[in-house]
């Protein structure tokens, strides 16, 4: 059984590009969760979907950050333009309905130079 | 929101010894997971536990839940058991919803 899947695992761009995040959730899984994790931070929630319904992006850090949901077995994370701020590990994880447990994607480490 | 601290922040064992992390919570939970973070960077499930004690091997987790704090054991420490163990753990109620908050992590270093 295929856990989360993240894609690219690693992501080096200039700063001012596009970047974008993928995401694959465990099948029949109904949440999905984006996090970063900087030194600084932490792990920090960024956003979370039901459904394919964003239903708290509280944690998104500025406009320059979105994120989607076309089906339940997608997401992605953009970034745009992108900062050397924004360098972190991103991670995705997901949840099936009536358990809180996460299980969380490998993770894709991105460096904005 | 809800507060997750833990303790030691870091600690250096030799191979073989046991020791016991600690995570402290600041609310009611219905969600507290264990996770290791390996030095490949993957978050690597331990133990959900919102309440009561589970072992895996090796490994044991213990949650007491009325005094709002929790207990990861490892027993006769490896070296692969080396990297950061993170905490994490969801309110019951309040606008948090579905939110994972993660403590700040313990580095553990076992020596051969």
């Known amino acids: 059984d295929a856990g989360v899947i993240q894609s690219p695992r690693h992501e080096v761009t200039e700063m001012g590009q596009e970047v974008t995040l993928r995401c694959k959730p465990i099948?029949?899984?109904?949440?999905l969760f984006w996090y970063r994790q900087t030194m600084m931070r932490g792990l920090e929630l960024l956003i979370y979907?039901?459904?394919?319904?964003?239903?708290?992006d509280s944690g998104m850090p500025e406009d320059r950050f979105s994120a989607k949901m076309p089906n339940a077995s997608f997401s992605t994370l953009k970034i745009q333009p992108s900062e050397p701020r924004d360098s972190a590990v991103y991670f995705c994880?997901?949840?099936?309905?009536?358990?809180?447990?996460?299980?969380f994607g490998p993770g894709t480490r991105l460096t904005v130079t | 929101g809800i507060q997750v601290e833990q303790s030691p922040p870091d600690l250096i064992l030799q191979e073989g010894a046991n020791s016991t992390l600690r995570c402290n919570f600041s609310?009611?939970?219905?969600?507290l997971q264990w996770f290791h973070q390996n030095p490949w960077g993957q978050l690597i499930n331990l133990f959900y536990?919102?309440?009561g004690t589970k072992q895996n091997g090796r490994l044991s987790a213990t949650t007491v839940a009325t005094e709002r704090y929790s207990l990861l054991y490892i027993s006769s420490s490896q070296t692969t058991d080396s990297g950061v163990y993170f905490c994490?753990?969801?309110?019951?109620?309040?606008?948090?919803?579905?939110?994972?908050?993660f403590g700040q992590g313990t580095i553990l270093t076992v020596h051969p």
């Open positions: 609310d009611s939970v219905n969600n």
């Open positions: 099948s029949g899984h109904d949440y």
């Open positions: 536990i919102p309440s």
């Open positions: 994880a997901s949840r099936v309905q009536g358990s809180y447990e996460q299980y």
């Open positions: 994490a753990a969801q309110n019951a109620g309040g606008t948090s919803y579905g939110k994972l908050t």
């Open positions: 979907f039901n459904n394919n319904v964003p239903i708290d």
